[in-house]
């Protein structure tokens, strides 16, 4: 054959070492999927050694040995009885609240020291706030999130003349527009809090 056909010879290992070390790499894959380590339901299961005192973890599928006690975490137990009522919170610090539906009436269940008689709805998309029993430092306003169109713009003043309003000068006021070139009024249910 001579110095020629050696070269041109292929060696036969290549296929074989090829094909074990992709057979391995499979075996290692199913060895991943198989270990389950916690196991499906949560469970992480270990081995206490009474003797020695010492704590593996297996898979799921493994047994401890004879000298080892099994140890489960993590389980899902029956559930408890509902604990003793708690104590009542402190009181809120906001001078006053409301929860004021679109036609202008406050919502009692859902405010304190604010009620109907202190607002005037004048106009759609306006709401005067007087006669209230405190002097409002700070007022913020949240739209209800059901109503539609859901998104309009807020317009909150305190202690400051509105011409939409009344009094000349009121405690507060809220106007809802959409944000449009002509600042169209809409009426709108809204929480108001007053600090």
Known sequence: ???????????????????????????????????????????????YQTASGKLRVIDSAATC?????????????????????????????????????????????DSKNVTTSNIS???????????????????VVTQEATQNPAFVRADVNIQFGFTGCANAVNQAAVIFNEPNATLTLVDSSFFIVFN
């Open 1 to 47: 054959m001579g110095f020629t056909s050696l070269l041109l010879r292929r060696p036969r290992w290549r296929p074989v070492l090829i094909g074990l070390s992709g057979g391995a790499g499979l075996a290692l894959i199913a060895a991943g999927v198989y270990a389950s380590i916690p196991a499906p339901n949560g469970v992480i299961n270990g081995c």
């Open 65 to 109: 040995r004879a000298d080892e006690t099994a140890l489960n975490w993590n389980q899902m137990g029956t559930q408890g009885p509902a604990g003793p009522q708690g104590p009542a919170g402190a009181p809120g610090t906001a001078l006053g609240f409301a929860h004021v539906l679109s036609n202008g009436t406050v919502v009692a269940a």
């Open 121 to 139: 709805r004048t106009q759609q998309g306006s709401y005067c706030f007087n006669g209230l029993t405190f002097t409002p430092k700070s007022v």
